[in-house]
Protein backbone atom coordinates (compact mmCIF):
# COMPACT_ATOMS: atom_id res chain seq x y z
CA UNK A 1 0.00 0.00 0.00
CA UNK A 2 1.04 3.61 -0.78
CA UNK A 3 2.02 6.28 1.13
CA UNK A 4 2.89 9.96 0.79
CA UNK A 5 4.40 12.14 3.36
CA UNK A 6 4.83 16.08 2.44
CA UNK A 7 7.04 18.28 4.37
CA UNK A 8 9.19 21.34 3.87
CA UNK A 9 5.80 23.94 4.12
CA UNK A 10 5.65 27.16 5.50
CA UNK A 11 6.27 30.85 5.56
CA UNK A 12 7.75 32.83 3.24
CA UNK A 13 8.20 36.49 2.11
CA UNK A 14 6.90 37.43 -1.84
CA UNK A 15 9.77 36.62 -4.22
CA UNK A 16 11.02 34.41 -1.54
CA UNK A 17 11.38 30.61 -2.37
CA UNK A 18 10.20 26.87 -0.84
CA UNK A 19 11.13 23.38 -1.89
CA UNK A 20 8.47 20.66 -0.85
CA UNK A 21 9.14 17.32 -0.11
CA UNK A 22 7.27 14.28 -0.55
CA UNK A 23 8.56 10.93 0.88
CA UNK A 24 6.49 7.82 -0.46
CA UNK A 25 6.66 3.93 0.50
CA UNK A 26 5.53 0.95 -0.85
CA UNK A 27 6.59 -0.59 -4.50
CA UNK A 28 6.48 0.66 -8.04
CA UNK A 29 7.57 4.14 -7.09
CA UNK A 30 10.09 4.43 -10.02
CA UNK A 31 7.44 4.00 -12.92
CA UNK A 32 4.53 5.41 -11.30
CA UNK A 33 3.48 9.14 -12.03
CA UNK A 34 3.64 11.76 -9.51
CA UNK A 35 1.75 14.99 -8.92
CA UNK A 36 1.75 17.95 -6.96
CA UNK A 37 -1.40 19.84 -6.00
CA UNK A 38 -3.00 22.69 -4.09
CA UNK A 39 -5.99 23.78 -2.74
CA UNK A 40 -6.10 27.46 -1.10
CA UNK A 41 -9.54 28.75 1.18
CA UNK A 42 -12.49 28.25 -0.17
CA UNK A 43 -11.37 27.31 -3.86
CA UNK A 44 -11.31 23.80 -5.17
CA UNK A 45 -7.92 21.78 -5.25
CA UNK A 46 -6.05 22.59 -8.59
CA UNK A 47 -3.33 20.65 -10.77
CA UNK A 48 0.28 22.29 -10.32
CA UNK A 49 2.88 19.96 -11.69
CA UNK A 50 3.18 16.34 -12.58
CA UNK A 51 6.09 13.91 -13.51
CA UNK A 52 6.09 10.51 -15.24
CA UNK A 53 8.03 7.35 -14.36
CA UNK A 54 10.78 8.79 -17.20
CA UNK A 55 11.06 12.07 -15.93
CA UNK A 56 8.25 13.69 -18.29
CA UNK A 57 7.22 16.82 -16.48
CA UNK A 58 3.64 19.05 -16.85
CA UNK A 59 2.84 22.54 -14.93
CA UNK A 60 -0.46 24.67 -14.58
CA UNK A 61 0.04 27.52 -16.61
CA UNK A 62 -0.32 29.63 -13.35
CA UNK A 63 3.52 27.95 -12.12
CA UNK A 64 5.48 27.86 -15.41
CA UNK A 65 8.67 28.87 -15.50
CA UNK A 66 8.25 29.10 -11.20
CA UNK A 67 8.22 26.08 -10.35
CA UNK A 68 10.17 22.79 -10.69
CA UNK A 69 8.98 19.41 -9.99
CA UNK A 70 11.81 16.31 -9.64
CA UNK A 71 12.22 12.83 -8.36
CA UNK A 72 14.61 10.71 -6.42
CA UNK A 73 13.68 7.27 -7.32
CA UNK A 74 16.22 5.45 -5.33
CA UNK A 75 15.02 7.87 -2.57
CA UNK A 76 10.94 7.26 -3.48
CA UNK A 77 10.69 11.29 -3.19
CA UNK A 78 9.21 13.48 -5.07
CA UNK A 79 10.16 17.35 -4.91
CA UNK A 80 8.26 20.85 -5.96
CA UNK A 81 11.19 23.90 -6.26
CA UNK A 82 9.09 26.80 -5.43
CA UNK A 83 10.56 30.29 -6.54
CA UNK A 84 9.41 34.31 -7.05
CA UNK A 85 6.62 32.79 -4.86
CA UNK A 86 3.24 35.04 -4.76
CA UNK A 87 0.27 35.61 -2.24
CA UNK A 88 -1.90 33.78 -4.54
CA UNK A 89 0.29 30.52 -4.22
CA UNK A 90 -0.41 30.70 -0.69
CA UNK A 91 -2.23 27.43 0.06
CA UNK A 92 -2.35 23.41 1.16
CA UNK A 93 -0.24 21.71 -1.06
CA UNK A 94 -0.64 18.10 -1.81
CA UNK A 95 1.70 15.13 -3.26
CA UNK A 96 -0.06 12.39 -5.45
CA UNK A 97 0.32 8.60 -6.51
CA UNK A 98 -1.45 9.63 -9.73
CA UNK A 99 -1.55 5.87 -10.76
CA UNK A 100 -3.16 4.71 -7.57
CA UNK A 101 -4.64 7.77 -6.90
CA UNK A 102 -3.57 8.43 -3.08
CA UNK A 103 -2.79 11.91 -1.54
CA UNK A 104 -0.54 12.71 1.13
CA UNK A 105 -1.80 14.99 4.25
CA UNK A 106 -0.69 18.32 2.95
CA UNK A 107 1.47 20.82 3.78
CA UNK A 108 1.19 24.49 4.33
CA UNK A 109 2.32 27.38 2.30
CA UNK A 110 1.71 31.04 3.06
CA UNK A 111 3.48 33.84 1.49
CA UNK A 112 3.03 36.83 2.80
CA UNK A 113 5.00 39.76 4.07
Known amino acids: QVQLVESGGGLVQPGGSLRLSCAAS????????MGWYRQAPGKQREFIAS???????RYADSVKGRFTISRDNAKKMVFLQMNSLMPEDTAVYYC???????WGQGTQVTVSS
Open 96 to 102: IHIQFGV
Open 26 to 33: GSGFSIAA
Open 51 to 57: ISGGGTT
